[in-house]
């Protein structure tokens, strides 16, 4: 049975544990995360573990990444389940520091990433990644990690955090770790809680249609044509609104130009689209086949 982590409220907490843990040569591991933790969570937290020898997973519902109409207040708030996880997975700290310990009163610095973070789901949601990189460049000078990892379910975040990492030098290794799925193919998410039951059997239906997309993309279909039938079916599915559902470059996150891709070239599909209230996002890389 593994010990169960050290549970530390208080950046001062964190650091005295973490300048213990390095001074005996450890290399830091980091997974931050807002909780209700899933299998996607520990497939973090275990890529984590083969890269470091020491982990910390930091768990905060962080309010600046909310709009006000947006789920805050109801988002699933699980503590001692996620640390009985935490402890079955073998994590060595529980980061769970309240509002005034990442905002302290009167906190007015900020970190945006532009350009990336305007588009896709910047457009829909403008304040989320402004809310994210503050957020996490504030986790990184508490926990002062070696390698952190992120979800390449959240793609675009995933892409913005190694762009924030480059700008700013921290000295950290960004880990995309690939996304967990349930049996069906519906990507894991905290806010797969919310979907009803009816909703929950055409939840699915956002992933096969990017694997449709993506199979046809990297067979010669030109991108408007694959794209074009992706959004059928998931407008056909239940999905009440869709954002988008678009290829794009997976660098630079900018549209792919129409018609069929290069042989040999790597893109990625992203999708969000909302079943009822829940707005579900998911993605996949493909690569044209030929040479
Ligand atoms: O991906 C998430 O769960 C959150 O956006 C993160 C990275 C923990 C920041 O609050």
Redesign the pocket.
């Known amino acids: 049975m593994n010990e169960a982590p050290i549970i530390v409220r208080s950046v001062e907490e964190l650091r005295s544990v973490i300048k213990s843990a390095k001074k005996h040569g450890s290399r830091i591991g980091f997974v931050?995360?807002?909780g209700a933790l899933h299998a996607g969570h520990l497939a973090l937290l275990a890529r984590a573990k083969q890269m470091s020898d020491f982990t910390v997973v930091?768990i905060?519902v962080?309010p600046t990444?909310f709009a006000p109409n947006e789920d805050f207040d109801v988002y699933p708030r699980h503590e001692a389940a996620d640390i009985t996880c935490l402890t079955a997975a073998g994590c060595d700290v529980v980061y769970l520091p309240d509002v005034k310990e990442i905002y302290p009163a009167g906190s007015t610095t900020n970190v945006r990433v532009e350009g990336l973070s305007d588009v896709l789901d910047g457009v829909y949601r403008p304040h989320f990644f402004y809310?994210?990189t503050t957020?996490?460049a504030r986790?990184f000078i508490h926990v002062q990690p070696d390698v952190a990892v992120?979800?390449e379910k959240?793609y675009q975040?995933l892409q913005i955090?190694r762009r924030m990492v480059r700008d700013l030098k921290f000295d950290i290794d960004i880990v995309g770790a690939s996304t967990q799925r349930e049996a069906d193919g519906l990507a894991l998410s905290s806010r797969n809680a919310y979907l009803s039951a009816q909703d929950r059997i055409s939840a699915n239906r956002m992933s096969f249609a990017l694997h449709r997309a993506a199979c046809r993309i990297s067979t010669g279909a030109k991108v408007s044509d694959a794209l074009a039938e992706g959004q059928t079916i998931i407008a056909q599915s239940g999905f009440s609104k869709i954002d988008y559902l678009t290829a794009i470059d997976p660098g630079t996150l900018e549209p792919l130009p129409d018609g069929p891709v290069a042989a040999g070239y790597r893109g990625r599909l992203l999708a969000a689209a909302y079943l009822g209230n829940t707005r579900l996002i998911d993605n996949i890389g493909f690569e044209r086949s030929g040479s």
Do not use: H
């Open positions: 931050p995360t807002m930091s905060f962080n990444q809310g994210v957020v996490v986790l992120f979800g959240d975040q955090i």
